[in-house]
């Protein structure tokens, strides 16, 4: 099969490699129809991570069934599916709870919790930047979709992360109707963050960022706009909540976040989230942190640690929640947002591309280049 392999960085190729296997009883395989680049591949396309040479990229993956184990009992041959990011058993303490983010069963690397399609430390499973997907433990991990999948499928693809991210930020801020809602970051999970801050009542969603083509997105679904570049954002929310500050703040930058002249300050976001939200108010952060960062600017940085306005949070009495998102504890009621009409995250997406031109795209994504907010794949051609 052809499949979207990493070289190095800022170096993928579109690569012909084995076509992947049932392995285990409970394995299928996925013929992949849509794959997203994520801002999250960004980070190991640029070698900011220990992700190796060979692997196959792709967290975000739509497809049909093509093939399942003899103990798979849910799924069928041509079923349409959405897989989420995370890999997970569905039987251990942590998959009991909901918390599918830290399987303690898929990632056989010790000490480790929590597994993933084509991702660094996240154990050894390919993407699916590709034709074709093994999925592990398929009847828990594959999302069965409506009978509109394949019409609505780049809506649907984004069930897999960025939607469900987004709406997990929400939910860690401690988000309520009514609430005033900051957000940290226009890419795409910042976008989705507002997308489900808006069907979750917010009073007013504020998105700061400083690429004009992702402002305008957010002001599409009715969010407020405010680019860094021409103003203090922490000036302008509090202008925008009367000098209160936001009841919750969102980060969905990480940190490879920039102030407007270019310069990687890690901690910027966190601090001016601190800043913006009021006392006693909600922090979330899905934005990548990671323990170790090799390429940071900073002594501090490359040990994964940042200066953080402890005081100031504590002062104000602030609650801050982390961690990536438990796709499986959201995404069956996104999904069914989808099929109603109440949610459409497609309204981000700017490229729809043949895998074979992969290469290109990541290019022009990881650029930052105009116009370029979203990147779906298209293995069928």
Request: glycine share 12%; proline share 6%.
């Amino acid at each position: 099969m052809k499949a979207v392999v990493y070289r190095g960085p800022r170096k993928v190729s579109v690569e012909n490699v084995p076509d992947p296997k049932i392995e285990r009883p409970t394995d299928a395989i996925v013929q992949i129809r849509s794959t997203n680049i994520c801002g999250s591949d960004l980070h190991m396309f640029e070698g900011r991570t220990d992700f190796e040479t060979g692997r196959i990229f792709g967290h975000e993956n739509l497809g049909q069934v093509m093939e399942v184990g003899p103990a798979v009992e849910r799924l069928e041959v041509g079923d349409w599916v959405c897989m989420p990011f995370n890999i997970s058993c569905g039987h251990c303490r942590n998959c009991e709870k909901g918390l599918t983010a830290f399987c303690l069963t898929a990632n056989p690397q010790p000490g480790m919790a929590g597994a993933a399609f084509g991702f660094a430390d996240m154990g050894p499973y390919q993407g699916g930047q590709a034709e074709f997907l093994r999925v592990p433990w398929a009847d828990f991990n594959c999302l069965k979709l409506p009978p509109d999948a394949e019409e609505k499928q780049n809506d649907y693809v984004m069930v897999a992360d960025i939607f469900p991210t987004g709406w997990h930020v929400t939910e860690l801020a401690g988000m309520r109707p009514g609430d005033a809602v900051v957000i940290y970051g226009s890419g795409p999970v910042g976008l989705m963050a507002a997308h489900s801050a808006m069907i979750k009542g917010a009073c007013n969603v504020m998105v700061v960022d400083r690429h004009p083509d992702r402002l305008r997105l957010a002001e599409s679904i009715g969010a407020i706009a405010i680019d860094d570049s021409k103003v203090n954002p922490v000036d302008r929310v509090m202008d925008l909540t009367h000098g209160l500050g936001a009841d919750v703040g969102c980060e969905c930058v990480g940190y490879q976040c920039h102030d407007p002249a270019g310069h990687e300050i890690p901690n910027l976001t966190m601090n001016n989230l601190v800043k913006s939200v009021k006392f006693t108010g909600g922090i979330g952060v899905v934005g990548v942190f990671t323990p170790q960062d090799p390429g940071a600017t900073d002594d501090l940085a490359k040990k994964g640690e940042i200066v953080f306005d402890w005081g100031l949070s504590w002062f104000k009495g602030q609650r801050i929640a982390t961690g990536q998102c438990n796709v499986k504890a959201y995404n069956r009621q996104l999904r069914d947002l989808i099929h109603a009409g109440r949610a459409k995250p497609s309204f981000i997406v700017s490229h729809e591309i043949e895998l074979g031109k992969a290469a290109e795209a990541y290019q022009h994504f990881d650029a930052r280049d105009h116009g370029w907010t979203k990147v779906i794949l298209k293995p069928g051609g």
